[in-house]
């Protein structure tokens, strides 16, 4: 069985834990601020609720069936196991991954990565979908998105940039010497 590492509990339990709990915490809150029940996706998957926040955001009840911006919706109720398997499946592979990993953004970027998939993945196990209510369609951007998500794509971000940082560091190293 290979070493856990110190940091695995940090980055692979604490961030994780927070980003669940802030996901589901802001999907309940949203489900109550436009009146409906947990299992509004199982009955309804397009409420088409919305409330206007501000000049940019506003909130808009929305349930995804499908992966990330409601792609490869029209399979749901195998999409809905298929989907929730491969999270727990990536998630498995990205906290063994997290475990031997040194660099510190990445670990990061793995840990919001962890939470997001979990955050999404305990939705669409209890409802069949996923529940979003961030709208910010008034500046262009026209998916509706939640927590979880967000963690999602800064993961993203960050193992990128994470992997830009250490390709610039290796070149540098090899012209220095």
Not at 80 to 92: C, D, E, G, N, S
């Amino acid at each position: 069985m290979p070493k856990l590492s110190k940091d695995l509990w940090l980055y692979g339990g604490i961030i994780p834990i927070t980003i669940v709990i802030f996901d589901q915490l802001s999907k309940a809150w949203a489900l109550r601020k436009f009146g409906q029940p947990h299992n509004i996706c199982a009955i309804n998957p397009f409420p088409g609720l919305e409330i206007e926040v501000s000049p940019v955001f506003d909130l808009a009840l929305v349930c995804n069936q499908g992966v990330s911006f409601g792609m490869f919706r029209e399979h749901a109720d195998i999409g809905r196991y298929v989907l929730t398997i491969f999270a727990a499946l990536m998630t498995v592979i990205l906290l063994v991954w997290l475990n031997k990993e040194k660099d510190k953004l990445t670990k990061i970027a793995l840990g919001l990565i962890i939470g997001g998939a979990i955050g999404n993945a305990i939705d669409r196990a209890l409802y069949g979908a996923v529940t979003d209510f961030l709208n910010f369609s008034d500046i262009g951007f026209k998916w509706v998105f939640n927590v979880a998500d967000s963690a999602i794509s800064c993961g993203v971000a960050g193992l990128l940039i994470a992997m830009f940082l250490q390709s610039r560091d290796e070149k540098s190293g090899q012209i220095s010497t």
